[in-house]
């Protein structure tokens, strides 16, 4: 066989194998080739601007847990009126929640009213309209309140967490630390005669508790609002109760949250 069929036969065999483009007009031993050296990485590094680096620490200082409810008892400590305490919640910063929710929801009803109600953090559509409970478990709430003679004229309402959590979660611990001093500070300034605690996580986060509402409602509790008034009195009386959104899930429930309103309602009717 011939030198120029030997060549033949092996260029079909590179087309039949799909070897069938040059890429380069020299051939190219690859075998002989040298894999790239690690030098060349740290050449390559070398040749590229050094980018200064970031101390993380002070920011995760900055945005502990425990620095964002240092901040947010600083602010609220220093409200002297419900107006000064809504601008104070709206410019902090130290709560992720804020980030994520479309309106702050504060308050709504009467704040000189004898009755207050805390819930734990406001719903899809208080989120939309800014106000705490008018969604299906306000409406629910509104009756509750429509049975023992209040309505939002003559109650408070308020939640532990001003903003929507996403999703309509719970809470986190870390979001209701650092709204706590504000809530505080919120209740301190209401001044009710009762307090009305709407579901596990307002009971649990206003009374330092680890127990849960089914063994925390029907019972009287002293919220203390941190402060001395002259008349050496600093407690609130405070009634844990099922949440409506609770209640609408477990209706069943709604017997006991009854009896629950009309202890609230013979509280307040006392002298």
């Known amino acids: 066989m011939s030198r120029q069929t030997d060549d033949v036969a092996l260029l079909r065999f590179y ?18 080739a040298k894999p790239p050296a690690a030098t060349n990485i740290r050449t390559q590094a070398q040749k590229t601007p050094a980018q200064p680096r970031i101390d993380r620490r002070s920011e995760l200082v900055l945005g502990s847990p425990d620095a964002a409810e240092a901040t947010a008892r600083e602010q609220a400590a220093a409200c002297q009126t419900l107006d000064a305490l809504k601008q104070a919640v709206a410019a902090f910063e130290g ?61 408070y309402i308020t939640n532990i967490v001003p903003w929507r959590p ?13 709204c706590l001093p504000f809530t505080s500070r919120h209740i301190a300034l209401v001044r009710p005669k009762v307090l009305v605690l ?3 996580t307002a009971a649990k986060t206003l009374l330092g508790t680890t127990q849960g509402i089914t063994r925390l409602r029907g019972r009287w509790h002293d919220y203390s609002t941190g402060r001395d008034d002259n008349d050496g009195q600093n407690a609130i009386a405070a009634m844990p109760t099922y949440h409506p959104a609770y209640l609408l899930r477990q209706p069943a429930q709604k017997q006991q949250a009854w009896q629950d309103f009309i202890a609230i309602k013979l509280r307040l009717d006392a002298k």
């Open 15 to 32: 087309v039949e194998a799909g070897a069938d483009e040059a890429i380069a007009d020299q051939p190219v031993n690859r075998l002989a």
């Open 198 to 200: 709407l579901g596990t």
């Open 166 to 178: 996403p999703g309509n979660r719970n809470p986190s611990a870390d979001e209701t630390t650092a």
């Open 95 to 155: 709560c992720a929640l804020r980030d994520t929710a479309t309106n702050l929801v504060f308050a709504d009803g009467n704040p000189e009213a004898d009755l207050m109600l805390v819930g734990e953090g406001p719903g899809a559509e208080e989120d939309r309209q800014g106000l705490p409970f008018v969604g299906p478990s306000g409406r629910l709430l509104d009756r509750m309140l429509a049975a023992i003679g209040r309505d939002r004229s003559n109650a």
